[in-house]
T-cell receptor, first 109, second 113 residues
Framework: ELKVEQNPLFLSMQEGKNYTIYCNYS?????LYWYRQDPGKSLESLFV?????AVKQEGRLMASLDTKARLSTLHITAAVHDLSATYFC?????????FGTGTSLTVIP | KAGVTQTPRYLIKTRGQQVTLSCSPI?????VSWYQQTPGQGLQFLFE???????NKGNFPGRFSGRQFSNSRSEMNVSTLELGDSALYLC????????????FGPGTRLLVL
């Protein structure tokens, strides 16, 4: 069965600091998705990484994909309170998305 | 373009009852997927439909069923509700369903008492 693991599960960081969320997966997928979920809300698409070495950036978030290592990272630069949310990575296979456990990020002023 | 819509948004049922949830995908999207989200199990795939055909089903009991209509709208049904069915049920749509970003609706929060 395809496994998607994220770490850390919980992350508390101060505003202005940098940190990285890791996503490991067990299949040979060349595509990976990142989503954000605010408390009580639905999932919002952040990035789609389409190939090995892909890097995408949006504001203070940057995602990368290493398909050989089966690893994706979501790097947060100079965190601000608005980034507080739960972040999920996902891979797709057979018309199904497999989601990671999620990383709950809290940015402290 | 309007996003994915789900109705109802909140629902309270008692054990043994059944429930039907509805999802309207983004216009032009033909694939609809359903997920159950709980604090303990996270996001779990229920099933995916494309052009009224179920293409994949997750590891859920037969009490969970779904269907898709010719206009791509989808419904899921849960019969004989159990306390453990309390969850946020999310619907997602995409154009073709395979290797594409899925766009999620706001979800239906189901509470089973």
């Amino acid at each position: 069965e395809l496994k998607v693991e994220q770490n850390p599960l919980f992350l508390s960081m101060q505003e202005g600091k940098n940190y990285t969320i890791y996503c490991n997966y067990s299949t040979t997928s060349d595509r990976l998705y990142w989503y954000r979920q605010d408390p009580g809300k639905s999932l919002e698409s952040l990035f789609v990484l389409l190939s090995n070495g892909a890097v995408k950036q949006e504001g203070r978030l940057m995602a990368s994909l290493d398909t050989k290592a089966r690893l994706s990272t979501l790097h947060i630069t100079a965190a601000v309170h608005d980034l507080s949310a739960t972040y999920f990575c996902a891979v797709d296979m057979d018309y199904q998305f497999y989601f990671g456990t999620g990383t709950s990020l809290t940015v402290i002023p | 373009k309007a996003g994915v819509t789900q109705t109802p948004r909140y629902l309270i049922k008692t054990r043994g009852q059944q429930v039907t949830l509805s999802c309207s995908p983004i216009s032009g999207h033909r694939s609809v997927s359903w997920y159950q989200q709980t604090p303990g199990q996270g996001l779990q795939f229920l099933f995916e439909y494309f052009s009224e055909t179920q293409r994949n089903k997750g590891n859920f009991p037969g009490r969970f069923s779904g269907r898709q209509f010719s206009n791509s709208r989808s419904e899921m049904n849960v019969s004989t509700l159990e306390l453990g069915d309390s969850a946020l049920y999310l619907c997602a749509s995409s154009f073709g369903g395979a290797r594409e970003t899925q766009y999620f609706g706001p979800g239906t929060r189901l509470l089973v008492l």
